[in-house]
Structures are given as C-alpha cells and as structure tokens.
C-alpha cells in the first residue's frame, strides 16, 4: 500500500476534486464518517458545511485541509467494505479517528485506491498536528495495516510508487466545462509532478492541451504577476475563454506556483540520472539517429522530449517530461551536452538536411510496434538493438541528399 498526504488551505478544492470526478463517473463516495446521515443523502454543501463549521473555530489556522490517497497494488481486489475498514484503520492510527472525514473510491486507474478529505480543526477548535504527518504517523499506519489485512507492501515492490501519478484525460473544448478541465488537470500536474520553472510546468499541462500565460512583458497581467490558463486546440492554439488562476480551485496563481518551483528543484535532483542513462543508451545502442526515432525511443521509457522551435522550426530549447517519475528538466539542466542545440546536432536527419517534418514529442509507440518489449531498466543491449532492426518502424529516408556547393573565394589582387 503506498499511502500520500496532502495538506492545503482549501477544504472546497479537495471536495470539489473528488465531487467532479463522481460527477465524471470515476468515482464515488463510499463513506461518510461523523456525518449526520450516509453518504447517499449527502449533496455537496452537506459535506462542506460540515468541514467549514469546524473550520471556523480557528480563524489563525492557515492549514486546515487534509487529502489522502492510499493506493493498492493492481493484483489486489478489494471490494468497498475492506476499502471502508481500511481507511477507518488507517485514519484512527494517524490520530484522525474522531474528526469527519470523506472516503471515495476512485475507477480512474488500473490500481484500486481511495481518496480520504477531511479536516485537522478538532471540534474545539484546537489544531491536529500535521508535521511530518506523511512521514511518521502514516508509515507506521501503512507497515501495521499492510500486516493486518495481508496487503502488498510498498518496500517489496518499488515500482509502485509510479501509481501516484495518475494521468488525467486531455482537455478538449466543448466537451467539459472549461473551468472543470482545467482545474482538475493544473490540479492532477501539480500533485504528480516536479517543475523547476513556468516553462517546465507550461511542458507539462501542454500534454494536456493547456498552457498557463503572464501575458506579454508591458502589460498589466504581467506587471502585477497574474496568471491565466487557457485551452489548446490541437495545433497548441488558444482556443476558448481563459481562466484566472485566482478562481480555480486551489489557486494555483504565479505566487503559489513560485513557491512550488524552489521546492520541486531538490524534489526533482534525484530523478536526473534516469533521462540522462536514458538519453546515452539511444546514441550508444540505436544505429539511427534521428530525431524522430530519438523521440520515440524516450517515449517509450516514459519520457517526453519536447523540443521548442521557433515559426521557421529551429530549436531553441529543449524540455524532458519523466511521465513515470513525474520530474520535469530543461535540457541544459542535465549538462550541456544534452541541450537541444547540442542534441540537434548530434541527429543525422539535422547533420544532412533532411529533417523529417512530424509532430514532435508526441504519442509513446505502442508495444505491438515492436518485435521485443524491452524492461524500463536502462542498459539491455541486446534487445534494444533487435527492436531498432524493426524495418517498419524506423523506415529508411528516400529523399536525396543535396551536397552543398562550396562558396570559391575571390581571388586577390
């Protein structure tokens, strides 16, 4: 069981989280405990109400929201009274057992996993402890619940925690309410991934056809750091009414995401060595080196290269999104021998000329487009070049290469 904690000052953005993903049919309120009825009976305002009126008991209390996930491994099957008994458990071990607290079980991945919202306001008004909460008192919860019910324990199987990051479907216009797309995705980026930047995060959210803009220096927006977010259609064009920050839930403005960003850079640190194994394996084992073969390949480990070019396609930057880590670097982070101009250089279709003119950084190949599956551990030789021999998909160019003339100098007088 891989237990996360979340705290926050928005009671409404952790309900209206859950609430929208019932509304969508992925998932449902399966308990409601020191509520006045079940869970059934219960509309949204019953379940804020009853947070809020704690809530107000201590005005000086900035933290006062609590959201929990505990996921399963996808082996297990749990129906929903074990899921229910379990986070009663686990909740009472934390020291949350007399507050009220909400337990939906979410359809949105393959792994089984509940979400918990409650309130660290006690009904005098004092403040439950929330310091290293994740760290102390939910890993000893985790290690004895694990034991109780014979769950998978998260130290047999490291793999799981790429559960935590759960990929939200892509925004398109006209099918949700923009609002609702948008605050659900900037939302899911911020919980599941590691931004050192407004462009790292802007790579991110442009997966999910949203981008977050200051607008233009000299304007007023972006002289008084605010922030709106926008729909993409699908040639990256603002599409729709943008949508200010300061009214999505959770608020994530300019100021909150700065904070986030000198955080995320220690968070990310550790996850570097993987892109860069990932990107010397694609030179070191792959007889072909262009730049769409290089995008796939990183694809297919679970990372995105998303180069930036200009109207006239140069390159002037590079970005590596870790989808399975949930890290995100510039490339010149990684060294400046994986920046996107030494990279560039470094593809064949760029050192001839023929430069393929395909979408970029986009769609992870699907298995059956190769002869092996190879293992995410990086540094399998042998089965990397048996995928790289797969004629079909990595077809040889048929354009000709042109030389170019050599310029004569003139000659001296």
Request: hydrophobic letters at 30%; one cysteine or more; a positive charge.
């Amino acid at each position: 069981m891989v237990c996360k904690v979340k705290s926050g000052k928005s009671i409404k953005g952790a309900l209206n989280y859950n609430e929208n993903k019932v509304k969508e049919g992925h998932a449902e309120c399966i308990a409601a405990v020191n509520f006045i009825t079940d869970p059934t009976d219960l509309n949204f305002y019953d379940k804020l109400n009853r947070f809020e009126n704690l809530i107000s008991k201590n005005t000086r209390a900035k933290t006062n929201a609590v959201h929990i996930s505990l996921n399963f491994d996808v082996s297990e099957k749990l129906d929903q009274n074990t899921l229910n008994d379990i986070a009663s458990a686990y909740i009472t071990k934390i020291g949350f057992g007399d507050q009220p607290y909400l337990v939906y079980q979410h359809h949105d991945a393959a792994h089984p996993h509940v979400h918990i919202v409650t309130t660290n306001i006690k009904e005098d008004g004092k403040r439950i402890s929330i310091h290293n909460l994740g760290k102390n008192e939910s890993e000893n919860a985790r290690k004895e619940i694990e034991l109780q019910y014979g769950l998978v324990q998260a130290q047999s199987k490291p793999a799981q925690k790429n559960l935590l990051i759960t990929k939200p479907e892509k925004a398109v216009y006209g099918k949700h309410e923009t609002k609702r797309s948008i605050s659900n995705i900037v939302n899911a980026v911020i919980r599941n991934y590691k931004f050192g930047s407004l462009p790292e995060f802007n790579a991110v959210l442009k997966q999910y056809n949203i981008i977050a803009d200051r607008g233009k220096e000299g304007m007023r927006m972006f002289e008084k750091n605010g922030l709106i977010y926008n729909l993409l259609d699908d040639q990256g064009n603002k599409i729709g009414v943008p949508i200010k920050a300061s009214i999505i839930t959770g608020k994530p403005t300019l100021k909150y995401l700065q904070d986030q960003f000198k955080l995320n850079q220690m968070l990310k640190t550790p996850h570097k060595q993987r892109i860069i194994k990932t990107i010397d394996s694609f030179f070191n084992v792959t007889p072909k080196h262009t730049k769409v073969n290089f995008c796939d390949y990183m694809n297919f480990y679970g990372i995105n290269a998303a180069f930036r070019e200009n109207k006239d396609r140069r390159v002037y930057g590079l970005t590596f999104i870790d989808n399975k880590e949930g890290a995100v670097f510039n490339g010149s982070d990684l060294g400046k021998e994986y920046s996107g101009q030494t990279l560039i250089n470094r593809l064949e279709d760029y050192k001839t000329g023929e430069k393929e003119k395909v979408e970029l950084g986009s769609g992870v190949p699907s298995e059956a487009s190769y002869e092996h599956k190879p293992d995410w551990k990086i540094g399998i030789p042998s089965l990397v070049l048996d995928l790289m021999k797969t004629e079909k998909y990595y077809p040889e160019t048929t354009q000709p290469y042109k030389k170019r003339r050599k310029k004569r100098k003139g000659q001296r007088l």
